[in-house]
C-alpha cells in the first residue's frame, strides 16, 4: 500500500464518513454521535475483516515500522473503528420496532459472519448486500411509510400492511437530502473498506516467489 494512501486517503475517506455518518437532516442539520450499540457492531465488524484477511493490522503496526509509522497505522484502525459505528448508526432507524430489529440483524450477522470465517472478498460482498438492504429499507420504505405525503409507494405499503400498528413502524420526517448523504456516505465507507491493506492470501505467494526470482535473476549474475 503506497504512503499517501496510508498517511492521507484512507484516514480522510473515513473521518468523512465519521462527519456524514453522524449527521442527521431535518428542519435543521444536527451531528450526532454513535450508539453504544454502534461501538460494539463497530468492534465485530474490526473482529470480522481482521478475520477475512480484509484488515491485516501488522502491516500498519509492527516493530519493523518507525514510530510515526505505527501511529499512522493507528489511525487507520481508529478511524475504520469509528466510520463503521457511524455507518451502522446511518443504516439503523432512529426509533421504535424497526430500531430493535436492524441492531439485531446487525447483531446477529456480524456473529455470524465471525464465526463462519469467511475469505476477504465474501465478507466485502456480504457488507455490500446488508448496508444496502438497510438503506433501501430506511430511507425508501420506511421514509415512505413516514411520510404523511407519500405518494404511491405509501399507499402500495399501507395496503400490505393493512391490520399493522404503523406508530411502531413510522420514523421522525427527515429532509429528502438524507437519503442522498447516507447513500454516498455508505459508498465511501464500503469503498474505503475495500481499499485496506489486506493480508496476502496462499494465491498471491506464488506471485511473489515469481517475482523475487525475476528480481534475482537480473541482479545475481553481476
Known sequence: MSIAREAFYLP????TV???????IFDRVVLLPPSLFALVLALLLLGVLVRCGALAPALLMNAGRPAVANLNGFVVVLTVFLAGAQAFSLATPDAGLPNLLFSVFFLVLLLNTLAASPDRVRVLRSLMVIFGSAFILKFIVLAALSDPEGGRLRRVLLALLEGVTLGTLTQPVAHPAAGYVAFFTLIMFLTGLALLPKRASSSDLPALSAREIAIELRTGGS
Open 12 to 15: 480522510l475517506l473515513f473521518l
Open 18 to 24: 465519521v462527519l456524514l455518518g453522524g449527521m442527521r
